[in-house]
């Protein structure tokens, strides 16, 4: 079982930077691959970015290539998500995810392979 608590959402100007975390519970964290996705309000959750369990493999949404970097620290039980360069459509509830590796895949892009969740925190990046 793996809880994730994320923090660091808020309120911030077109062109400006947030960094959000997400702290896990558990002594097998190094054993998830971690992902974070957003979903903004009549649409559906969107892939953001992932990292692979030793973090030594991310992937990224196009949207965000450049902009946004994911980092995890296995020793400290977290995953930030540095986002730079904020755009207005960034603003969504940004969710953690945990997904146990597994067939051969280092992370997955699509939501339903992941198995734990958190419960979001809002960003809004106002023009």
């Known amino acids: 079982q793996v809880q994730l608590v994320e923090s660091g959402g808020g309120l911030v100007q077109a062109g400006g930077s947030l960094r959000l975390s997400c702290a896990a519970s558990g002594r097998t964290f190094s054993s998830y691959a971690m992902g974070w996705f957003r979903q903004a309000p009549g649409k559906e959750r969107e892939f953001v970015a992932a990292?692979?369990?030793?973090?030594?493999?991310?992937g990224g949404a196009d949207s965000v290539q450049g902009r946004f970097t994911i980092s995890r620290d296995n020793a400290k039980n977290t995953v930030a998500l540095q986002m730079n360069s904020l755009k207005p459509e960034d603003t969504a509830v940004y969710y953690c995810a945990a997904g146990y590796t597994r067939g051969g895949s280092l992370y997955s892009r699509s939501p339903r392979w992941y198995d734990y969740w958190g419960q979001g925190t809002q960003v809004t990046v106002s023009s």
């Open positions: 990292i692979s369990w030793s973090g030594g493999s991310t």
